[in-house]
């Protein structure tokens, strides 16, 4: 399975995913025989950039809220942004939108917040050989084509709701008509 779901967004299947991962939706970065790494787009954390990154220069607002990308290693921080003129704008994940892990990408976008749309994330979600697979498996999650408005919303709450109703069929039914779209 070369390059699996890498580029795609899993959808948490709630009536079995029901930790870290309930109601996420992820950004599949990269996902090989060997595992598989993505971001969750929708977990706003309540601290400030500021709180979290260090040597943010002073003048640079670093009120932006940060994002939490996964349950592994909280000092991974990288940015999802849509400024391919950066001077180091990191890979494209998804057409227009890249992935970036550098300080200096970071203090540039801050510097021109006007520019681009852009958002932090500490953590990220990973997968060891075939472990993915299984959950797949096992219904845990949905695979649906990338929406670049889910990773710069301005209401992250509703990304899962938002992504299963563009899934179309049972799972937009299901999120217009119950309480949990996944319960059927």
Known sequence: MENGFSGKVLISNSSIVTDYFNRTVILM??????GA??????KKMDVALSDVIQGI???????????????????FVS??????K????????????????SFEALVEL??????????V????????????????ERKSWVVHDPNAEWIF?????????EALKSKGGLYKYFVEHTKDPMLN
Do not use: C
Not at 37 to 42: A, E, K, R, T
């Open 153 to 161: 919303t301005e209401d992250p709450e509703a990304t899962w709701q």
């Open 57 to 75: 220069p002073e003048g640079i607002d670093g009120s932006n809220p940060i994002y939490s990308g996964g349950p592994v290693d909280p000092t």
């Open 110 to 119: 801050l510097e021109h917040p006007d520019k681009t749309k852009f958002n």
């Open 86 to 101: 950066l001077k180091q704008p990191g890979i494209e994940v998804i057409p227009g939108v890249f992935l970036a892990r």
């Open 121 to 136: 994330y500490q953590g990220y979600s990973g997968w060891g050989a075939a472990q993915l697979e299984g959950e797949m």
């Open 29 to 34: 970065v990269e996902h090989d025989q060997s």
């Open 79 to 84: 940015i999802l942004h849509d400024n391919p």
């Open 37 to 42: 790494f993505g971001l969750v787009l929708n």
